[in-house]
Structures are given as structure tokens and as C-alpha cells.
């Protein structure tokens, strides 16, 4: 069964499922036929997957609330916050509480810092704090950051 995980994973996630289904429902199945360890991964895979997500939304809000702040005169400024208000709703929706423990907003915002532009529009930034400024929750939370 790991062969056809490796060379065709559409045809075994399809597999298992009738196999898994059909277990579900009482019927006889063979126990071998089931790739547990590969199940078991892939559901695994699944919520990985999904803090994933959350984390990427947090790390462009993040970016662009970065940008804002280095480049406050710029044109583009209203753009950027929304774009933060944006990808902070967008997380809000998709986080579950259970990933909490999953996420490093200290971590993403130095990832931010280090993805911030030389310049903008050929200007410099200001000076931005290294240290993170907010939590996990202020960014999940309605109001401004």
C-alpha cells in the first residue's frame, strides 16, 4: 500500500476512504489493506495544514502593519492597513483555539522585520520596534492593533 501512497497519492487517499467507510460501517474489511501509518500522518498533515494557514495570514498582517509604520508619509499607507485589516479577519475566521500553543508571533514578526523593503519609493524606512508589540489575541481581535 506505501507504493501507491508514493507514486499516486489521489488513488490511495481514494482508496483508503472506501476502506475506512466501509470499516465505519461495520463491514469486514482487511485490516492490511488499511495504511494506518499513512492515515494517521495525513490526518496529522491536515491540522499542520491549517495552523499553517492561520500563520501565514498573521505574517502578512504583520508585514503590512510593518510597512505602515516604517513608511507613514507613503501613498500607500491606507492600502496596507487594509490589507492588515484583511489578513487579520481572514485568521480571526480560521483560528481555532487549539493551535495557540502552535504559533510564535514573536517568531513571525522578526520574520516581517526581515522581509521589510530596503526602501519605498526610494525612501528609506523610519525606525520600527524589533520587539514584537502585540499578541496572538490583539491580532485576532476586532479593534486596531
Known amino acids: 500500500m506505501g507504493d501507491l501512497y508514493d507514486s499516486d497519492i489521489v488513488a490511495w487517499s481514494e482508496h483508503q476512504s472506501v476502506l475506512l467507510r466501509r470499516r465505519a460501517a461495520g463491514d469486514l474489511v482487511n485490516e492490511a489493506d488499511i495504511d494506518w501509518p499513512h492515515v494517521a500522518e495525513e490526518i496529522e498533515a491536515v491540522g499542520q495544514s491549517q495552523t499553517d494557514q492561520v500563520e501565514s495570514l ?22 496596507w492597513q487594509g490589507e492588515e485589516r484583511g489578513f487579520r479577519a481572514q485568521a480571526r475566521r480560521k483560528f481555532r483555539e487549539s493551535m495557540r500553543h502552535k504559533l510564535d508571533i514573536s517568531g513571525l514578526y522578526a520574520d516581517a ?33
Open 113 to 145: 522585520l526581515e522581509a521589510l523593503p530596503a526602501t519605498v519609493d526610494g525612501v528609506a524606512p523610519q525606525p520600527v520596534g524589533t520587539v514584537c508589540p502585540v499578541t496572538l489575541y490583539d491580532l485576532l481581535d476586532h479593534g486596531p492593533v
Open 58 to 79: 498573521l505574517y502578512q498582517a504583520l508585514l503590512h502593519r510593518l510597512k505602515a509604520q516604517a513608511w507613514p508619509q507613503s501613498r500607500d499607507v491606507p492600502h
